[in-house]
């Protein structure tokens, strides 16, 4: 399952992080690894981006980018 | 006297630059919203014998190479090589902010990490345990409020106190990894101060330092296996996720023995945000907060300010003029200081209103709601072409484009950062306000704040019509990506708010004194004298009315091609603000309110209107073309860009001038 299903409010774990080397990269060194938990928050009132919480705090990611986390439900 | 230097590094927002200006007493520009110091800043501050130069890294996650700060600060660490760091980490977000610490850790550099927000900590009833997270660092650990002050004399004091460098020992498996790359590049000539820091970008598939070290094919082979027992070791299928699961392994260990949690509730930041950020009222209340900032700085308030300021000026400009009528001066010199009053004067009476404009923008900051402004847009953005966080560049470019257009490397892509460069200065910038007043209280009296309204809109209409030919045209494809950290919402602090109006007063009152004063007293030698150099009081007969009529013709498809204006829009690349006095002294020898009752005669409404809408969008003034050759690297870059914003401006002028033709 990717991170960009789960829209509604919800607990996720990372299993996996895809695509080209720079946003992956980018992404897990903000903490998105394998096994963390994700809590979607809110979308954004145009259907794009998401607000999600990780590692106790907030951050903010396109639908694009949501695409490239595998992720599994707790 | 021993000089030191270090470099302060942390992540975006934890409070670097608050901590800077607390050290060193400067007043550096400080917001709540992930990206504020874009270029590295200095400050000196003393302790005992030791004369310490503080350097402002920008704020960066990690210490890889995939985004400029990130390039700028490892380059700072790697070449000019700080005596010591101050790693400064968000005490309310320790997990993310030690991920860097542990990469600082790996330098082997002399560190000491600063928690900080102390205060917020304490609110949200958090403990941490700061002896023991700095045995588990091996490094020393002091808890700092910036803000407050609080804690700041111990870190300075254990800074200097502790200068022995020390790593950060990882689970045996990856000490293992790491030496078996120690002892690969063992025979490669390389920098070994950073011993560790190598070894472990290597273990990374750091590209850079790969290069860097002209390894050989078979050198390479051997990285590779180390990389992929590595990888096997830890569970894990690529190497980029297997060290960051060591390192925040590593973290999680030491926050579970040293941060104490309340009981999970959900944060005051995100109740607001349920309401900021809600479906239905989100965007509703961002315009909302839009129009509270320009109505409050435009309209009968921020009027009410600026004819405070006009009183005053007159006040001096009269009795000034008073006393040189009676002490017989001179009646060129009589004509070239009331010249001088009223251009700089008409310019200094906008400042109240430059200030309100930049009170908003500064509390918006501070609070947190740029990122979430940022967070609600982007979909809207990205229809042109434009990333969500372009909106904190062109937000600011409604005070000045010029911090505009730096703060427009928080993007990481480059087309995104062009473009936003390019469309930044169309929203209009507060110096260009006394044009609109000007026009719009002869022209439309009764609904000027309207008309000076519309202007904004038009600016921001611009914007989105060029970001659309531009994404069709020039910026294809784009990579642009939109990882945005939203921070907690924060007060903002009266401190910080009062410090970013004061430094905004200033650099608006010495451009009053300087380049202003100078466009002025210039502008007067040429309208004052003719070719031949003789004092004439018929402007038309001067230097610059020569050079002015040379080329006035070029806008008469504008509704202006009269010379008076074409030098004004001239003296306006120097200062948006001269325009204004420059047309005060080509058409009434330097009386602004004369120029309220001549202007109708000049201009018509609609040609009035085309006039604002060129200085709306022509090529911004000269500072905000410095900056932008320097933010893109480009020369190319930026005369094109100027170029294609002037001409949008003509084209758009004439278009307004035709239409305003029909009715």
Redesign the interface.
């Known amino acids: 399952m990717k991170l960009l299903d789960c829209r509604g409010n919800g607990k996720v774990r990372v299993v ?2 895809e695509g ?12 998105i ?4 938990e994700i809590i979607v ?9 998401m ?1 999600i ?1 990780i ?8 639908k ?2 949501a695409e490239r986390i595998e992720v599994e439900p707790e | 006297m021993k000089r030191e230097t270090v470099a302060l590094v942390g992540n975006p927002n934890s409070g670097k630059t608050t901590l800077f200006n607390r050290l060193t007493g400067s007043k550096q520009h400080v917001g709540n919203w992930p990206g504020v110091t874009i270029e590295k800043k200095e400050g000196v501050f003393h302790y005992e014998e030791h004369e310490i130069t503080l350097v402002d890294l920008p704020g960066i996650y990690s210490l890889s190479t995939y985004s400029m700060e990130e390039v700028v600060s490892r380059d700072f660490i790697m070449n000019e090589h700080p005596d010591l760091i101050i790693d400064i980490v968000d005490g309310t977000n320790l997990e993310r902010n030690l991920y860097l610490s542990m990469q600082l850790k790996e330098l082997g550099l002399p560190m000491v990490i600063a928690v900080n927000m102390l205060d917020e900590l304490a609110q949200k009833g958090i403990t941490v345990d700061i002896d023991r997270l700095g045995r588990e660092l091996n490094t020393p650990v002091v808890a700092i409020s910036a803000k407050s002050g609080e804690g700041t004399q111990k870190l300075v004091h254990d800074l200097m106190e502790n200068t022995y460098p020390s790593t950060f020992t990882y689970d045996e498996g990856t000490e293992k990894c790491l030496a078996e790359i120690r002892e690969l590049i063992q025979p490669i000539e390389h920098d070994t101060t950073h011993e560790k820091f190598y070894d472990a970008k290597l273990l990374e598939d750091d590209v850079l330092f790969a290069r860097q070290l002209k390894m050989s094919p078979a050198q390479y082979q051997r990285l590779y296996e180390i990389q992929q027992e590595f990888c096997a070791a830890r569970g894990q299928k690529d190497i980029d996720m297997a060290i960051a699961d060591t390192r925040y392994e590593a973290i999680g260990r030491i926050i579970r023995e040293c941060v104490h949690h309340p009981a999970e509730t959900r944060s005051m930041s995100d109740r607001i945000d349920d309401i900021l950020c809600n479906k239905y009222l989100g965007i509703p209340m961002f315009f909302v907060i839009l129009f509270t900032m320009f109505a409050v700085t435009f309209g009968p308030f921020g009027e009410w300010l600026k004819s405070l300021i006009e009183i005053l000026i007159t006040w001096i400009s009269s009795s000034t003029v008073a006393w040189m009528v009676s002490a017989n001066v001179n009646p060129v010199v009589q004509d070239l200081v009331k010249t001088v009053f009223s251009g700089v004067g008409s310019v200094l009476s906008f400042m109240p209103q430059i200030m309100l404009l930049f009170l908003f923008l500064s509390v918006m900051e501070d609070s947190g709601y740029m990122s979430r402004a940022a967070f609600l847009m982007d979909a809207m953005l990205r229809k042109i072409g434009l990333n969500g966080k372009a909106f904190i560049p062109m937000l600011m470019g409604f005070g000045c484009s010029v911090p505009g257009i730096m703060a427009s490397r928080v993007l990481e892509n480059d087309e995104d950062r062009k473009m936003t460069m390019i469309l930044t200065p169309f929203m209009s910038c507060g110096a260009k306000l006394p044009v609109y007043a000007l026009l719009a209280g002869v022209f439309f009296p009764k609904q000027a704040g309207l008309a000076i309204f519309a202007m904004y809109v038009l600016g921001i209409v611009m914007a989105i019509l060029c970001g659309f030919l531009l994404k069709k045209t020039v910026f294809k494809n784009s990579g642009s990506t939109f990882i945005l950290e939203l921070p907690p919402y924060r007060w903002p602090s009266l401190r910080n708010t009062a410090a970013h109006m004061w430094e905004k007063a200033k650099g608006f009152l010495i451009k009053a004194g300087t380049i202003i004063l100078m466009c002025t007293v210039v502008l007067w030698a040429l309208t004052s004298f003719t070719f031949t150099l003789q004092y004439t009081e018929d402007a038309s007969l001067s230097i610059i009315a020569g050079i002015g009529k040379a080329i006035a013709w070029i806008f008469i498809p504008c509704g202006f091609g009269h010379w008076q204006s074409v030098i004004s829009l001239i003296s306006g690349f120097i200062a948006k603000e001269s325009v204004v006095s420059s047309m005060a002294v080509l058409y009434t020898g330097g009386d602004v309110n004369a120029l309220s009752v001549i202007l109708p005669t000049i201009f018509s409404t609609r040609s009035a209107v085309a006039f604002m809408t060129f200085t709306l969008l022509y090529s911004p003034c000269v500072a905000a073309v410095a900056t932008m050759r320097k933010e893109s690297g480009s020369a190319a870059f930026t005369l094109k860009t100027i170029l294609f914003q002037t001409g949008v401006a003509y084209v758009t002028a004439a278009v307004v001038y035709l239409i305003g033709g029909l009715f």
């Open positions: 996996y992080v080209e080397r720079s946003i992956r990269k980018r992404l897990i060194d903000m903490g690894t394998t096994g963390t928050r809110r979308i954004a009132p145009m259907g794009d981006p607000e919480e590692r106790g705090y907030e951050l903010s990611l396109r694009e980018e």
